[in-house]
């Protein structure tokens, strides 16, 4: 018996726009950081309401250059989540701060709340790290209320958050630093890439200097006419390169569109999986609106384990949004106990979410999910 036709948990959204950009990069003969990049930040500095855009080759290297740009040091203290995904944690590391794990709301808000960060912080903490957990808003207003009493900086980890409102206004450009990611399965892609978004210009001039090893003039400032650079602190290698930044004017452009579908996919779901027995799907908050970036729910009837493994065996790939990052070997050693975080990983599962996804794709997920559930009851 052949296996039921794959559905895989997230798929690329590309057409004929994406060619005519990447084709037009090649034939004009340069395809580092260059005047398709310029564009590409101008372009997404528009869509998300910031004054400035820097883009960088991951949403790491944003997040790293947060950190940079705030001044955190060994010594510092930074509240982070621990459902994330590690980059989030590890980006505090780099510069030598101390991560302080903080526990989500609940069971139906996964996102770090204000009482939590208020109870968190020491005389140490300079900043909070809030991450828009699945494309749903964390409370900006009073996570912003309790830092800016204590003059602590707020960086938005707003990775899954593209396209995402809070008030309206973009997620990402709320705290003192806004960082996104354009990774393969993010709302928007260019394979590898990430944004740095920021209202302080001095902080867009460092940041596009240490993003290129620190240099004052990059090679196409120099093409036009600059006749040398200078390099006044330690920077690193964080280009985005002008073919990736073809695609992301591409992926932009169909972005409100991919948006919309998104939403219809995650209505068709809640509708499908309404009444549903063993099944929960929280609200997150339900704050602004939501960029629909992921489709999680939480398993309440059977091993969410074997569950994924039956889904697989019928072709529908799954995931897990995410293992706690205070419970990866590297970070045991802070001792962090967040219940609810723990509960929360202990059932999540992540369900297919991708413009291309059909009606009958999703009607055919439910299905197989449900089968599931009660073979594993």
């Known amino acids: 018996?052949?296996?039921?036709?794959?559905?895989?948990?997230?798929?690329?959204?590309?057409?004929?726009?994406?060619?005519?950009?990447?084709?037009?990069?090649?034939?004009?003969?340069?395809?580092a950081m260059g005047p398709k990049v310029e564009a590409f930040e101008k372009c997404f500095a528009d869509f998300v309401g910031a004054p400035h855009a820097v883009a960088v080759n991951s949403a790491t290297a944003a997040l790293h250059l947060a950190n940079v740009l705030l001044g955190l040091r060994p010594g510092d203290e930074v509240i982070v989540p621990s459902l994330t995904f590690a980059a989030t944690v590890n980006a505090v590391r780099f510069v030598g701060a101390t991560p302080v794990f903080a526990d989500v709301s609940g069971p139906d808000d996964w996102t770090i709340g204000a009482t939590e960060v208020a109870r968190r912080m020491t005389r140490r903490t300079r900043a909070v790290?809030?991450?828009?957990?699945?494309?749903y808003a964390c409370d900006m207003e009073g996570i912003l209320a309790v830092c800016r009493d204590a003059r602590v900086a707020v960086v938005e980890d707003?990775?899954?958050?593209?396209?995402?409102t809070v008030a309206g206004r973009s997620m990402g450009v709320l705290g003192d630093i806004g960082c996104f990611s354009f990774y393969s399965n993010k709302v928007m892609t260019t394979g590898e890439g990430g944004m740095l978004v920021t209202a302080d210009p001095d902080r867009a001039k460092r940041a596009r200097e240490l993003r290129s090893h620190g240099m004052s003039a990059t090679s196409i400032d120099r093409m036009r006419g600059a006749m040398g650079y200078e390099i006044s602190e330690l920077g690193w290698n964080y280009r985005l390169d002008d073919l990736r930044a073809a695609v992301g004017l591409a992926q932009l452009r169909r972005l409100p569109q991919a948006l919309a579908r998104r939403r219809a996919l995650v209505e068709r779901y809640r509708e499908r999986l309404q009444g549903v027995e063993g099944i929960r799907f929280p609200r997150h908050g339900g704050r602004g609106t939501p960029a629909y970036y992921l489709v999680p729910i939480l398993?309440?009837?059977?091993?969410?384990?074997?569950i994924r493994a039956a889904m697989a065996e019928q072709g529908v790939q799954t995931s897990l949004h995410y293992p706690p990052v205070h419970a990866f070997a590297l970070y045991r050693e802070l001792a962090a106990t967040l219940p609810h975080t723990?509960?929360?990983?202990?059932?999540?599962?992540t369900l297919p979410l991708y413009p291309s996804l059909t009606e009958a794709q999703v009607d055919r997920v439910c299905s197989v999910l449900t089968q599931a559930i009660a073979c594993a009851a």
């Open 129 to 135: 790290v809030v991450m828009h957990y699945a494309g």
């Open 342 to 349: 723990e509960w929360i990983a202990a059932r999540t599962l």
């Open 1 to 31: 018996m052949s296996l039921p036709s794959t559905i895989p948990l997230f798929a690329p959204d590309f057409g004929p726009e994406e060619d005519r950009e990447v084709l037009e990069v090649l034939h004009a003969g340069w395809i």
């Open 158 to 164: 707003a990775c899954h958050g593209l396209g995402g």
């Open 299 to 306: 398993i309440e009837r059977g091993e969410r384990d074997k």
